[in-house]
């Protein structure tokens, strides 16, 4: 969605300028054409030159009469749209009274595309009477958000006020730039995502490399597309998407249960999360100690939840499954496919380089009982378009599917 698009990212003084670095370079991945505003108080942060390195643009301040050769009018007229990464509380209470005495906020003033910010601040600021009041007035005029997310901040406290990382940042911009689909209006879809923890003691845990973003970016596109949906998420360091019904889970058993329980008034099943095939056989209530032995760990069987809802699936009910693979990709996924009664096999090779875990993009190969359609590498929020396409043309040539 961001190829060719042309972006203004404005940078405020804030600790979280140095992230903005890395915001360039993911705009840059995905074919974006970025132009970068820096405050005065920015460059006390981080200096023009490496803006202008990683963006292969000027980078433009205020004082540089070069950099004004465009001007406020002109970059806003170029931009496609802009992003304010961090978002300081100065500069939303200046967006917000329509305040332009530097470039970037004369920038935003000029400006007539859709603006994304992306808040960074010390909690106290955040939870000010006055900043709440600005975002709001913002909100009112069209403004859109992402984060800001809660952990360590500079001031050393743990609590809100982190700005969103550079990948959340993309994928807001994303959905914000997608073209306008309401094709799933009326439809559930219930999405899976991140790993789950199978604890051994108080203090050690089975788990996966799962990061949950694609389960994430198929939630969020669902959601923008009109349907409802219903997130059941293992823990990730991701937020929470809006729109959607978040359920957190923690084991595969938890993961079940809350499968099981909202497939019965879903249309799509989603099945991107990874639980663990295995669990403990015995909790044990105490940290086990080291004791010089070998120690052997027992491990049972998780219920098979794609199965589970492959013996219960309905008339009408689309099941998607995912296959991390590493080899004999399509081959697998078709077995996978009868075995869980699936309609739908999203199949990677996690070995691909720009594919797998913990990855921005991926590569996929969509698999039904008729096809099998190989993707290009693509940014996940992509990805997850292209399963939402299959799944409505999967509602589209089900007889049995009366939401039509």
């Given amino acids: 969605m961001l190829n060719g698009r042309k972006i203004v990212l404005g940078v405020s003084g804030g600790i979280a300028a140095f992230k903005?670095?890395?915001?360039?370079?993911?705009?840059?991945k995905h074919g974006a054409q970025v132009r970068v505003v820096l405050t005065r108080h920015a460059c006390e942060f981080v200096p023009p030159l490496s803006f202008e390195t990683l963006s292969g643009n000027p980078a433009y301040t205020d004082g540089q009469d070069r950099r004004y050769e465009i001007g406020h009018v002109a970059l806003a007229k170029w931009a496609d749209a802009m992003v304010v990464a961090p978002a300081t509380a100065s500069i939303l209470a200046k967006a917000a009274c329509g305040i332009a005495d530097d470039l970037l906020s004369t920038t935003l003033v000029a400006n007539a595309a859709p603006v994304l910010f992306a808040p960074a601040m010390n909690a106290a600021m955040w939870r000010n009477p006055a900043t709440q009041a600005n975002l709001e007035t913002l909100r009112g005029r069209g403004a859109h958000f992402v984060g800001p997310e809660t952990g360590f901040l500079a001031c050393g406290d743990a609590d809100v006020g982190r700005m969103?990382?550079?990948?959340?940042?993309?994928?807001?911009?994303?959905?914000?730039?997608?073209?306008?689909?309401?094709d799933l209006a009326g439809r559930t879809v219930l999405v899976t995502a991140g790993p789950t923890v199978e604890r051994i003691?108080?203090?050690?845990?089975?788990?996966?490399?799962?990061?949950?973003?694609?389960?994430?970016?198929i939630a969020e596109a669902a959601a923008a597309r009109g349907a409802k949906v219903i997130l059941a998420s293992g823990p990730v360091s991701l937020s929470a998407p809006k729109d959607v019904l978040f359920v957190p889970v923690e084991s595969s058993a938890q993961l079940c249960e809350a499968v099981l329980h909202h497939a019965e008034g879903a249309d799509a099943v989603i099945q991107a999360a990874a639980p663990a095939d295995f669990t403990p056989d015995v909790f044990s209530e105490h940290k086990i100690k080291k004791t010089g032995d070998a120690l052997t760990l027992t491990l049972k069987p998780t219920t098979d939840i794609a199965a589970a809802l492959g013996r219960r699936k309905r008339p009408g009910q689309v099941l998607v499954a995912f296959a991390a693979e590493t080899q004999n990709l399509v081959?697998?996924?078709?077995?996978?496919?009868?075995r869980k009664n699936a309609d739908l096999v999203v199949a990677n090779d996690v070995t691909r380089p720009g594919a797998g875990f913990g990855a921005d993009t991926n590569i996929v190969t969509l698999v039904t009982k008729d096809a099998c359609r190989e993707l290009p590498q693509l940014s996940k929020r992509e990805v997850a378009d292209a399963i939402l396409d299959e799944v409505?043309?999967?509602?589209?040539?089900?007889?049995?599917?009366?939401a039509k």
Avoid: H
């Fill in 20 to 28: 903005s670095c890395e915001l360039v370079s993911q705009l840059k």
């Fill in 164 to 182: 969103s990382e550079p990948e959340q940042i993309v994928a807001a911009l994303d959905a914000l730039l997608a073209p306008k689909r309401s």
């Fill in 201 to 217: 003691d108080p203090v050690r845990f089975i788990t996966n490399r799962s990061t949950g973003k694609m389960g994430y970016a």
């Fill in 331 to 338: 081959e697998n996924a078709r077995s996978k496919m009868v």
């Fill in 392 to 402: 409505s043309a999967l509602w589209s040539s089900d007889p049995c599917d009366t």
